[in-house]
């Protein structure tokens, strides 16, 4: 009895119960509270398929999303000099930079990549917000330089996307230095006659706004992404007045002319295609291949 009750009935009951489902597979939209299953709106690019709605995505799926069957290279960036400033807070900044590390998996708050989209070679930056805030730091100006030099090496437009709070307090002056340097790395492509295209997502504020989110040969948003250098309520509160509805988001900025285009993230890659061999002087995107034509058997007796 003792072996039937001990191994016969839990063998049993493991096989026939109910298997638990994970918590991660389903998504519920913070705009209009439709539950996504995870593959449904990881296809749609972390889009809400019921409201449009643009959730956060991953610097790495971004960039997947954009180059020709994911495929990129990523650009060395050169390491700064880690705490110059011996920062502490309520924690260590080298503490704050080794938790961010482990919780994203990357080496600081903006990826560098080169590759194909759309058949057309491009050098990628992509801000990456989960990381401290996308905050600007001397590495985020390192590798601002090394997309500029590795752009201009290659001959190849560079395209970058911004997504921050503003330069990293725990680096002082040495965060906001980057707002020149950064500016100059600009300059440097628009000498060598490349193209720079700016896609500012949600939210770009701060320093980033200042300098080289705004300096684009066009300038991209995403739908209803903040974009804006201080916050709406430290405006009202300076100007004494009640700011207009939607002011800061992309459309509002989009009517006033800060903006060239807002473009969904589903139609992204197609209209920086677009654009990018626009400015360089190349034909349309090929969209697809067909097959070779087949050689047809000549007939001896004709």
Same mark, same amino acid.
């Given at each position: 009895m003792n072996w039937i009750t001990n191994y016969v009935r839990p063998t049993i009951n493991s096989l026939f119960s109910r298997r638990e489902v994970p918590e991660n597979l389903w998504t519920k939209c913070p705009e209009c509270g439709t539950m996504l299953f995870h593959r449904e709106l990881s296809d749609n690019l972390n889009v809400c398929t019921n409201c449009d709605h643009h959730m956060a995505i991953g610097a790495r799926d971004r960039l997947r999303a954009l180059f020709d069957g994911g495929v990129f290279v990523e650009v060395a960036v050169p390491d700064p000099v880690a705490d110059p400033l011996h920062f502490r807070d309520q924690k260590k900044y080298t503490d704050r930079i080794k938790e961010a590390r482990k919780k994203t998996g990357e080496k600081d708050a903006m990826l560098v990549a080169e590759g194909d989209m759309g058949r057309t070679g491009v050098v990628v930056a992509v801000q990456d917000f989960s990381f401290m805030g996308g905050s600007m730091s001397m590495y985020v100006g390192n590798a601002i330089v090394a997309a500029a030099e590795r752009a201009i090496a290659l001959k190849r437009p560079l395209i970058l996307f911004s997504a921050a709070g503003?330069?990293?307090? !725990?680096?002082?002056?040495?965060?906001?230095? !980057?707002?020149?340097?950064t500016t100059i790395a600009v300059q440097m492509l628009k000498e060598a006659g490349l193209p720079y295209i700016v896609v500012l997502t949600h939210p770009t504020t701060g320093g980033v706004t200042a300098s080289y989110a705004m300096l684009g040969d066009v300038q991209i948003a995403e739908p209803n992404a903040l974009i804006g250098f201080a916050g709406a309520r430290v405006i009202e509160q300076t100007i004494g007045e009640k700011l207009p509805e939607g002011f800061q988001r992309a459309e509002y900025l989009l009517d006033h002319g800060m903006l060239d285009r807002v473009t969904k993230r589903t139609h992204l890659k197609d209209e920086l295609i677009t654009i990018v061999r626009l400015l360089t002087r190349q034909a349309p995107a090929v969209k697809g291949d067909l097959p070779a034509p087949t050689a047809e058997p000549v007939d001896a007796a004709k």
């Open positions: 503003g330069a990293r307090m !725990q680096e002082g002056i040495l965060g906001l230095m !980057q707002m020149p340097r």
